[in-house]
């Protein structure tokens, strides 16, 4: 499983630095097909981890900050690093006996769900990968060159 998040770690640096050729108007527009922005993208993909992570460790899942403190691709890589230190240190103390540990969350409905700790992280994994398509597609939208998505010679695997 780590692999796997390193993976889409890597990819959402290679992301960051894509963006940086980017003027911030194309960033920040809004696209079809998706939640948004590339930006919020980002953003998204970065506050959708963070905040199952807390979960997974017993925190109490953080407010989502509104995109518009964020919006700005500096902001972003900022906000993603900062959420990183403490997602990649439960990431890589991760065992075999957490997977089936469950986390119950409740909708605002008030019903209540219980959810496999390896499902949600698995599920964390898929979120990105999803969004790293949109914002593929995107990309040619705006006729660049996407970010590779190729999982082989990234130097994950030895």
Known sequence: MLKLFEYNWQVRAD??????T?????????????????LY??????????????????K?????PPFEAYASLSKVKALSSQYHREVESFVTSW????????LAETDSNGETF???YGE?????????IHHIGQLSVWSREIG???????????????
């Open 15 to 20: 992301w960051f630095t894509w963006c940086e």
């Open 22 to 38: 980017v003027p911030e108007e194309e960033l920040l527009e809004k696209r079809g097909g998706g939640i948004g922005s590339i």
């Open 41 to 58: 993208t980002l953003f998204h993909i970065v506050e959708v981890e963070y905040s199952w992570i807390c979960g997974l460790q017993g």
């Open 60 to 64: 109490s899942e953080p407010e989502e």
């Open 95 to 102: 065992t075999d006996e957490m997977e089936e540990l469950k």
């Open 114 to 116: 219980s959810f496999k």
């Open 120 to 128: 949600i992280m698995r599920h964390v994994i898929a979120h990105e």
């Open 144 to 158: 660049r060159k996407p970010v590779t998505a190729n999982l082989i010679d990234r130097g994950l695997f030895g």
